[in-house]
């Protein structure tokens, strides 16, 4: 019995939902593709970092460290965005207490592109969005008190995979998304067609 138990907490403790401190210093390359394979299927997403230095090196360091496994495609708006990054509270709030800066838009917000949602000054943390369409607007959009989302990425293969992503509840499940944290079962059980990203991968 000691020795199951044991075996059990050592697989708890290599869970990717695990969080490092260190983790947050790791640089990423000048350029790098992560892999998605979700519920669709597959997309790849490369990653250019001089558009988005910060931005960057946090999405390398999630996808590298598992963050995003098993999180749900949250909010899907036809034509505008697909956006995700939720997952455990515990893990989530780790992660935020090392913000990134905020900078500058070098790369618009065209069909495709990537960037991190925000909700005010050095909030981009964990979710990011996807672009449906060219969303120019989001380049000089000012919300509190900060101007522009900065894409520093796109879709370089499987932006069919992405398009198929469930739509059907619209706005709605973003609303609720907070219920993700507090009780993601029934968070699911009421939206349950949402699409999954069962695994991320750096390349």
Request: glycine share 6%; net charge neutral.
């Amino acid at each position: 019995m000691r020795f199951l138990i044991l075996i059990a907490l050592i697989v708890t403790a290599c869970s990717p939902k695990d969080f490092d401190p260190a983790w947050t210093k790791e640089i990423a390359p000048d350029t790098f593709t992560a892999k998605f394979e979700t519920t669709k299927g597959e997309f790849e997403i490369e990653i250019t970092r001089e558009d988005s230095p910060a931005a960057a090196d946090r999405f390398y360091q999630l996808v590298k460290h598992g963050y995003f496994d098993d999180a749900v495609f949250y909010r899907v708006v036809p034509n505008f965005v697909a956006q995700f990054g939720n997952s455990d509270t515990i893990v989530a709030n780790k992660w935020r207490e090392f913000k990134i800066p905020d900078e500058p838009v070098r790369r618009s917000n065209l069909t495709g592109t990537i960037s991190f949602a925000r909700s005010g000054p050095q909030t981009r943390d964990l979710d990011l969005f996807i672009n449906l369409s060219d969303n120019e607007k989001l380049d000089s959009l000012d919300f509190e008190g900060v101007r522009g989302f900065p894409a520093f990425g796109r879709v370089s293969k499987g932006m069919s995979v992405v398009r198929q992503l469930y739509s059907g509840y619209g706005e709605a499940s973003m609303e609720a998304s907070d219920g993700f944290y507090t009780n993601r079962s029934e968070f699911l059980s009421r939206f349950p067609n949402l699409d999954k990203i069962k695994k991320a991968t750096i390349k």
